[in-house]
C-alpha cells in the first residue's frame, strides 16, 4: 500500500490528534503488532480479548512507526513521544475498522483480477496451487499463512503491489455474512468454492445455511464474473439458484470428479509410491498427462479447480499442467519432514475435519513405507451435532488405512479410539494421550528410519508441536 500520512485521516474518518514531521510522507507498510513495524510504517491499535493494542504505541513508535491509529486519547507520555519522533497520531472509532477503510481505498487504486476462495475443505491448499498456477504468467499475490479471517483478509489486500496483476484471496468464515464483509473489501471478479462440509455446523446449524454463507462469495461477484464450483457438490446447484448465477450473467465452470460432463476433470488417477496423484487432465476438448506436486488423491479436485482458474485467466493447458506438477505444500498442509531418527512425518497439523482427516489418511495408507504407519490425530472443532459421528468415522478410517499406531490427541478424540477399535485395531495398537506433549512420549520413543507419522487436528490443538517433538527426536 501507499498512503501519505495526510490522506489516512479522510480514509479512515479520523481526527488527526498530533501532526506528523512530513504529513506528505508515504506510508508502505502496517501492522498491528508493533513487535513488527518498520520504520515508516502505520501501528493501528487492535483492542483484543486479552490485549489492548493502544497500550503499545509507544513501543510502535519506538520501532519507527510514522503513524499511529489509536482508538483512545492518547496519554500525555504518548502524546510527547510522537512529537519527539515526529509520528502523527489518528484517532479513530474502531481499529479494525479503520484497517478495513484502509484495504477498501486500496483496492480502488489496484488494476489487478481478484480470485476469491472458499470452502469447508481445501481452500488454504487450493488458494496455493491457484497461486502457484497463476504466477507461471503474471504477477501474482495471494493470502498468506492464515491471514483469511475478517482482519486477515483486508490486510492481504492492503500488502498487494501496486503492479499485481493476479490477487488471490483466500476467505475464511464461523458466521453467516462474513464472507460477504470481506467481498465489500477485496470485490472479488472470480470465485473458488471448493466443497461445503460440515465444519461451523457448530454455528450455522445446517449444512444448507453453510452453503449460503459459502455462497455469499458468488453473491458478490459481479455481472460477467466467474463462479467455479465442484461439479458433484452437493450444494452446487443449491448454490447457482441461491447466488442467481444465470439471472446475473455470472459464468460457472464446473470442475473435478472424474465426469465429464464437467468443464475440467481428471481420469486415471493413480498414486506413485510417495502418494503423489497422476493423472490425465482434461480441459477445453484437450487433455495432458502430469504428476501433481502435492501428495494425496483428494488434491486431484484441488487441482482440477486451480487449473479451471488458469484456464480462465488465458493460460494453456501445458502451462497449467507444468505448474501443478511444481506445486509445493504450504506449511502445515500435508508437509513431509524427516526426523533425526530417519523416519517421515506428515506435517498435516494445522488444522482438520472429517472430509481430511479421511483424505490424509488414504494418503498415509496409499504412501509406500518399509516400516511403520503411525497416526497423531486430535480433535477437531466447530462440528456441533456432527461432532461425535466424524471424530468416531475418523478412527474407523484408521483402522481401514491398516495403521500400526494409533495415538488419539484431547477429550474428543477418544472417539476417534473409539471408532478404531470397532474397526477392527487391537486395543493396545491404539492409545489416548490428553496433550501433545503426551503425544511426542508416546511416539518419539518407537520411532525408528522407515517409519512414516501422519499428525493432524484442528488448530487449536497444538499438533505442532507434537510435529516439532518428533523431527527433533
Known amino acids: 500500500m501507499k498512503f501519505s500520512i495526510q490522506d489516512i485521516p479522510g480514509i479512515t474518518g479520523g481526527d488527526l490528534l498530533v501532526a506528523p514531521l512530513d504529513a506528505r510522507a508515504q506510508i508502505c507498510g502496517l501492522s498491528w503488532d508493533s513487535r513488527s513495524i518498520e520504520p515508516g510504517w502505520a501501528y493501528v491499535a487492535i483492542v483484543g480479548e486479552r490485549v489492548d493494542g493502544n497500550d503499545y504505541a509507544v513501543s510502535a513508535m519506538d520501532s519507527g512507526a510514522a503513524v499511529v491509529l489509536m482508538s483512545r486519547a492518547p496519554r500525555e507520555d504518548e502524546v510527547a513521544r510522537a512529537k519527539e519522533t515526529g509520528a502523527a497520531i489518528v484517532a479513530v472509532r474502531d481499529g479494525e475498522e479503520a484497517v478495513i477503510a484502509l484495504a ?21 491448499t487450493t488458494k496455493g496451487l491457484v497461486r502457484q498456477v497463476l504466477s507461471a504468467r503474471y504477477r501474482t499475490h495471494a493470502t498468506k499463512g492464515n491471514y483469511n479471517n475478517q482482519l486477515g483478509a483486508p490486510y492481504t489486500v492492503l500488502t498487494t503491489p501496486e503492479d499485481c496483476e493476479m490477487l488471490v ?12 464483509r470481506i467481498c465489500k473489501t477485496a470485490r472479488p471478479d472470480m470465485g473458488v468454492i471448493t466443497n461445503v462440509g460440515v465444519s461451523h455446523l457448530e454455528y450455522l446449524g445446517t449444512r444448507e445455511n453453510i452453503a449460503r454463507a459459502k455462497a455469499e462469495l458468488i453473491e458478490a461477484l459481479p455481472q460477467g464474473g466467474t463462479a467455479f464450483l465442484r461439479a458433484q457438490g452437493e450444494f ?11 439471472e446475473r450473467g ?9 465426469d465429464p460432463r464437467a468443464d475440467v476433470y481428471a481420469t486415471d488417477v ?3 509410491e510417495e502418494s503423489h496423484p497422476r493423472f490425465t487432465l482434461h480441459a477445453k476438448g484437450a487433455s495432458v498427462r502430469l504428476t501433481l506436486g502435492l501428495r494425496g488423491v483428494h488434491n486431484v479436485d484441488n487441482a482440477c479447480a486451480a487449473a479451471a482458474v488458469g484456464l480462465a485467466c488465458g493460460m494453456s493447458l501445458d502451462e497449467v499442467a507444468s ?12 508437509q513431509l519432514k524427516r526426523a533425526a531418527c530417519g523416519a517421515l512425518v506428515f506435517d498435516d497439523a494445522y488444522n482438520a475435519s472429517p472430509a481430511s482427516m479421511k483424505a490424509s489418511l488414504e494418503m498415509l495408507a496409499a504412501y509406500k513405507a518399509s516400516g511403520k504407519k503411525i497416526a497423531v490425530l486430535g480433535d477437531m472443532g466447530e462440528l456441533g451435532q456432527a461432532s461425535d459421528a466424524g471424530h468416531y468415522d475418523a478412527g474407523r478410517a484408521a483402522a481401514l488405512a491398516g ?12 472417539r476417534i479410539a473409539q471408532g478404531a477399535r470397532d ?3 487391537a486395543a493396545d495398537r491404539v492409545v489416548s494421550v490428553p496433550d501433545a506433549s503426551a503425544a511426542v512420549e508416546a511416539v518419539a520413543p518407537v520411532l525408528s528410519e522407515g517409519d512414516i507419522v501422519l499428525v493432524k487436528a484442528s488448530h487449536f490443538m497444538g499438533l505442532d508441536r507434537v510435529v516439532e517433538g518428533i523431527v527433533g527426536a
Do not use: N, P, Y
Open 104 to 124: 477498501r481505498a486500496w483496492r480502488e487504486t489496484l488494476g489487478a483480477t481478484v480470485v476469491g476462495i472458499t470452502g469447508s475443505v481445501g481452500k488454504t
Open 403 to 414: 495403521v500400526d499406531l494409533l495415538v488419539c490427541v484431547g477429550e474428543l478424540a477418544a
Open 270 to 272: 493413480e498414486l506413485d
Open 250 to 258: 455470472i459464468a460457472v465452470t464446473l470442475f473435478g470428479g472424474q
Open 169 to 180: 484471496v483466500e476467505m475464511g468464515m464461523d458466521h453467516a455474512g462474513e464472507i460477504a
Open 423 to 425: 474397526g477392527g485395531m
Open 236 to 246: 452446487t446447484d443449491f448454490i447457482r439458484a441461491h447466488a442467481r448465477t444465470e
Open 323 to 334: 505448474a501443478l506438477e511444481g506445486a509445493e505444500a504450504e506449511a502445515g498442509r500435508a
